[in-house]
């Protein structure tokens, strides 16, 4: 696969904003780089894969997941179109995946090696500095995420989840793009678990529920912003 066909897409984000169609096209002629095709739910890295490349999304969405010694999947987070994955690995003496990347859809990945993200830092400063913006972004929401999955009850992720939603949609009818596994993965509990709490709100006059939405009943678990 050609880069001419994803040059629109690079440039579209902050990082290569700064260079012109003629300059990326020269860099990438003269470093090695690879597109690659994944389908949805193919593993584009195992967890403990060493990082060999920096990644960037050009078509689909991906998610980062642990999977514990019971077989539970608790999702991360997710990245879309332009966003870039490894870069706070790449460079590291542990250059080796926490986590594993799943394909949350059909999805194409650009993969750059360490030596080419180099002379991208050192013909751009502006790339260098959104480089390294987007490496701490990237490790605050992962340590962000991390922390929060851990110290709430499954309640409280439920209840974080609609207020985010709400003023999302605009709606106090959350449609649910996602399965009810989905759901649970996100919130990092178990689906059984989910559906439980779930009951128990409803009963409780909190909420109504289906298989495509959840509606908000009662508006005191809306935290105000």
């Known amino acids: ?101 799943v394909a949350k859809s059909d999805a194409e990945i650009l993969h750059i090696d360490k030596d080419f993200v180099l002379q991208l830092c050192q013909t751009s400063q502006d790339f260098l500095i959104q480089f390294l913006t987007c490496i701490s972004d990237k490790t605050a929401i992962l340590t962000s995420k991390i922390k929060s999955i851990s110290m709430k009850s499954i309640k409280e992720s439920i209840i974080e989840f609609l207020n985010y939603e709400y003023y999302s949609q605009k709606s106090k009818e959350i449609k649910l793009n996602m399965t009810k596994k989905e759901l649970a993965e996100r919130l990092g509990i178990q689906r059984t678990s989910l559906s439980r709490e779930l009951n128990k709100m409803k009963k409780d006059g909190l909420i109504d529920y289906n298989t495509h939405s959840i509606t908000i009943c009662d508006f005191d678990i809306i935290r105000k912003p």
Do not use: A
Request: proline share 2%.
């Open 1 to 101: 696969m050609n880069i001419k066909n994803y040059l629109s897409i690079l440039r579209l984000t902050e990082l290569f904003d700064g260079f012109s169609t003629e300059e990326l096209l020269n860099l990438f002629k003269t470093h090695n780089y690879i597109i690659s095709k994944y389908n949805k739910g193919s593993i584009i890295h195992f967890e403990s894969e060493k990082c060999n490349y920096w990644d960037i999304i050009l078509k689909g969405q991906v998610f980062v997941q642990k999977i514990d010694e019971k077989g539970n999947v608790l999702t991360i987070t997710e990245f879309k179109v332009g966003d870039s994955i490894g870069g706070n690995l790449l460079f590291s003496r542990y250059p080796y995946y926490p986590m594993s990347v």
